[in-house]
């Protein structure tokens, strides 16, 4: 099947900025998404990217996207404690159809 | 708004036993999802029911039954639990039709069978 793939874990210090890379394989993603889920909580929407977009931003969040290597990555800006979460990458194709990656985990160190 | 509530947030069961999970959405959304998330894995969709009155196998629906009672709740019946099926199940909504795909979830129930 599909796949969507992210490394397990992440460390930065406070105040640094982090990056959190996916790839995936299906070329007909029309969405991608990028949720976070604290401790003991569901997942919440964080952003999302149309397949069109090369990058989006929102405060402190970038998302860019490179279509042709399939590879979408969300950059955090001065990264606080509160940023401490785990961080699914997600893609859809519009159709009841979304395939999560496995999770980055962020530690943020004061 | 309440959301998309799951019960119960905890349950133990043993190897045989039966159960059923609830979930309920107050947004009027026509589409809700059954997932399982196990460490390592992300989240696999288990059933999904696209609108009232239709359901439809996700990834990993065996050992697994739902049933959309109607476009409020949808429940996940386990009819003979085996450890293999420990693991958070998380439920969760979304606008079918349109926008952009979001999915509303609700805060997990986590199941241990022994």
């Known amino acids: 099947g599909e796949d969507v793939e992210q490394s397990l874990f992440l460390s930065v210090r406070e105040g640094d900025s982090s990056v959190i890379n996916c790839t995936y394989t299906d070329s007909s993603s029309t969405y991608l998404y990028w949720y976070k889920q604290e401790p003991g909580a569901g997942l919440q929407l964080l952003t999302y990217?149309?397949?069109?977009?090369d990058m989006k931003q929102d405060q402190r969040l970038t998302v860019l996207l490179n279509k042709k290597d399939k590879h979408l990555s969300l950059r955090i800006a001065d990264t606080q404690t509160g940023d401490s979460a785990i961080y699914f990458c997600?893609?859809?194709?519009?159709?009841?159809?979304?395939?999560f990656g496995a999770g980055t985990r962020l530690t943020v160190k004061p | 708004n309440a959301g998309v509530t799951q019960t119960p947030k905890f349950q133990v069961l043993k190897t045989g036993q039966s159960m059923t999970l609830q979930c309920a959405q107050d947004?009027?959304?026509?589409?809700m999802y059954w997932y399982r998330q196990d460490p390592g894995m992300g989240l696999r969709l288990i059933y999904y029911s696209a609108s009232e009155g239709t359901t439809d196998k996700g990834e990993v629906p065996n050992g697994y039954n739902v049933s959309r009672l109607n476009k409020r709740e949808f429940s996940l019946r386990l009819e003979s639990a085996a450890p293999s099926q420990t693991s958070v199940y998380f439920c969760?909504?979304?606008?079918?039709?349109?926008?952009?795909?979001?999915?509303?979830f609700g805060e997990g129930s986590r199941l241990t069978v022994l």
């Open positions: 947004m009027n959304h026509n589409s």
């Open positions: 990217i149309f397949s069109n977009m």
């Open positions: 969760a909504s979304s606008r079918a039709g349109g926008g952009t795909g979001e999915l509303f």
């Open positions: 997600a893609e859809s194709g519009g159709n009841n159809d979304m395939r």
